[in-house]
């Protein structure tokens, strides 16, 4: 019996096939760097939130074909997608402009993260910092692909594209914190444990998205 016939939906065999070898990739090229750098993974489920953010980011991707359309609905698409991608890139960290993170000087450096969020080269300039942490770009990168196809689709639907924003816990974490602790104080347990889910909260919301946008839930398919 085929996946296809396993499953009742259209994913086949070569589908399981790639998206094994992509995983096994990455697990090996993640192993391989934690040996490499001697990087300590005290908590191994962010590894592979940052894996999985690149696994579903990709294949995302790759099964995500935008309707045919004219070149004028294209271009308001890509502007739609672009805009988005850059939105994400300041909520979520990826291009930081905080005084504390800016510097006077231009610096290159690669920082050593936990792998799938590093290895994450970071380019310091006297204006921003830009930190491209692999599964950061690519999961932004995916969801503004999907954006672009889904406005080419229905344009009233690209809206869905904002449940990405909350992908990034670091836009609206922040508030909220400030939320807990003015109500329960700045040692709060409740504070800690926020902090402590962030990447498993930021996680789910990102499969969400990914989800709503590559099946696009709204009374209408891929296409139509």
């Known amino acids: 019996m085929s996946v296809t016939d396993s499953l009742g939906r259209a994913v086949s065999d070569r589908d399981v096939l790639y998206a094994g070898l992509l995983a096994n990739t990455l697990g090996i090229l993640a192993l391989a760097y934690v040996l490499v750098t001697g990087i300590d993974v005290s908590q191994p489920r962010y590894t592979f939130y940052g894996l999985l953010w690149i696994v579903v980011g990709v294949l995302a991707v790759w099964k995500t074909t935008p309707a045919p359309t004219d070149a004028r609905t294209r271009r308001r698409a890509a502007a739609v ?68 196809a889904t406005v080419i689709d229905a344009a009233g639907s690209a809206v869905s594209g904002a449940l990405g924003l909350l992908s990034c816990v670091s ?8 939320l807990f602790t003015g109500v329960f104080g700045g040692g709060s347990a409740v504070v800690a444990a926020t902090f402590d889910l962030s990447y498993d909260i930021s996680t789910v919301v990102f499969l969400v998205t990914v989800a709503l946008l590559y099946w696009r839930p709204f009374g209408f398919g891929r296409g139509n």
């Open 81 to 148: 997608a672009v805009g988005y991608a850059v939105v994400l890139a300041f909520a979520g960290g990826v291009v930081v402009t905080s005084t504390m993170s800016v510097g006077p000087d231009w610096a290159f450096r690669v920082a050593t993260l936990a792998p799938g969020w590093g290895p994450a080269p970071t380019i310091s300039t006297p204006f921003a910092t830009v930190v491209l942490m692999p599964a950061r770009v690519v999961g932004y990168l995916a969801l503004s692909y999907l954006v672009y």
């Open 171 to 178: 836009c609206s974490w922040p508030i909220l914190a400030s």
